[in-house]
Each structure stands twice: as structure tokens, then as C-alpha cells.
């Protein structure tokens, strides 16, 4: 079946501009999480969704960032007024359900996004 | 601070040997941990966990050991192959509802034929 897929899966902008990263996760998984990975770093987490509500969202790490998911699928992240700092790989994973023991997250393979 | 350490950038071994990848932790309230290999252009792929109420698992060529008391985990690939070679991330479970995953800086394994 299919797995987690991303778009784009490169993304070169430049600063000051807006963009947005989709991800279309599993079908049937209700949760979905958004990653980041920096040059050098491990993966940092940004936000959770149940459904279409974000319970979690303690890693963003500013407003200039958010996150919005419909229909218990797609899952958009937005970066407005982006910045040098935000270039990365934005990862996206689902799994079939949160809080009942470990449930695999499956990752998709990710945008990277450089910010000029 | 980071949670999670593996203060091992990089590991080299040769075909047939063993590879242990090391990773540390800091809070004694995790109790989950993960194994995860990610190639170039590729998202992570889940590899093996461990609960904290045991000391090791095994899965095929991979082992993970736990050792509560030091707050430190391995895998242990034996023996250890080509494609084999990927980055490895260690990761603990943050409970609480999201069961959001804390990662480590990755080890970078190289498996020379």
C-alpha cells in the first residue's frame, strides 16, 4: 500500500516569502507529526495531530509557523516570513493511533526547504 | 540540553564484523526506546524497541541492550553488511498523549565491503 508522501520534495525560496509543505499520510491514521531536521541535528519535533486537532504543538518554534489538517488526512505546514534559519528537512509520519502504547510512526521522505 | 545523545557522529566497520551504535539518555521516566535507519532522500524507517521493563531485544541480525541504571542503550548489528550502512537515530517515547518521538543526533554507519 501507500505510504507517507510529501510535496514538494524540494522547495528552494527566498527569505522573507511564505511557503507551505504538504503531507498526505497513511490512509486510516489518525495521527500525524511534523519533524524537522537541521544541518548536523537530530530530529526535532514540531507538532501533533489527532484527527484534525493539533493537542500538541509545543515544537513550533515560532508564529511565524503552523499547521493545519483536514478531513483526518492532508496535513499542510505553513512558514510565513521565512528565514535562513528555517532551511531544513521537514518531516512528515503517521501512525494509526496515539496513546494507546507504541504505535510505528511511518515517515514520509521528506521536504527540504532552503531559504536563500 | 539534549535529551537524547549519541556522541558518536560516525562508525566504520568492516563486512562481517560487529557494529555497536551507543546512545545515552537523561530522564529516567522514559520508558520506551526506538531504533530508527534513515538512507539519504529517505524518510526514517523504524528498526527495533525496547521496553523498559527488559534489558534486550533481538530482531534477525539486530539487538538492542538497555541498561537502566547507566541510562544508556546499543544496537548491536552482527554481522554487519553493506546496506547495512545508514544513519541511525535513537529515540525515546515522550508520554503523555502525543507519544512524540525525541531523537538523537544520529550515528552515520559506513559498512565497507
Known amino acids: 500500500g501507500a505510504g507517507v508522501s510529501q510535496s514538494p520534495s524540494n522547495k528552494v525560496t527566498e527569505k522573507g516569502k511564505d511557503v507551505e509543505l504538504r503531507c498526505d499520510p497513511i490512509?486510516?491514521?489518525?495521527?500525524l507529526y511534523w519533524y524537522r531536521q537541521s544541518l548536523g541535528q537530530g530530529l526535532e519535533f514540531l507538532i501533533y495531530f489527532q484527527g484534525n486537532s493539533a493537542p500538541d504543538k509545543s515544537g513550533l518554534p515560532s508564529d511565524r509557523f503552523s499547521a493545519e489538517r483536514t478531513g483526518g488526512s492532508v496535513s499542510t505546514l505553513t512558514i510565513q516570513r521565512t528565514q535562513q534559519e528555517d532551511s531544513a528537512v521537514y518531516l512528515c509520519?503517521?501512525?494509526?493511533?496515539?496513546?494507546?502504547?507504541?504505535?510505528?510512526?511511518?515517515f514520509g521522505p521528506g521536504t527540504r526547504l532552503t531559504v536563500l | 540540553d539534549q535529551q537524547v545523545k549519541q556522541n558518536s557522529p560516525s562508525l566504520s566497520v568492516q563486512e562481517g564484523r560487529i557494529s555497536i551504535l551507543n546512545c545515552d539518555y537523561t530522564n529516567s521516566m522514559f520508558d520506551y526506546f526506538l531504533w530508527y535507519k534513515k538512507y539519504p532522500a529517505e524518510g526514517p524507517t523504524f528498526l527495533i524497541s525496547?521496553?523498559?521493563?527488559?534489558d534486550k531485544n533481538e530482531d534477525g541480525r539486530f539487538t538492542v541492550f538497555l541498561n537502566k541504571s547507566a541510562k544508556h542503550l546499543s544496537l548491536h548489528i552482527v554481522p554487519s553488511q553493506p546496506g547495512d550502512s545508514a544513519v541511525y537515530f535513537c529515540a525515546v517515547i515522550y508520554q503523555g498523549g502525543s507519544e512524540k518521538l525525541v531523537f538523537g543526533k544520529g550515528t552515520k554507519l559506513t559498512v565497507n565491503p
Open positions: 525496547i521496553s523498559s521493563i527488559k
Open positions: 509520519a503517521s501512525s494509526l493511533l496515539a496513546g494507546a502504547g507504541y504505535n510505528e510512526q511511518f
Open positions: 490512509s486510516g491514521h489518525t495521527a
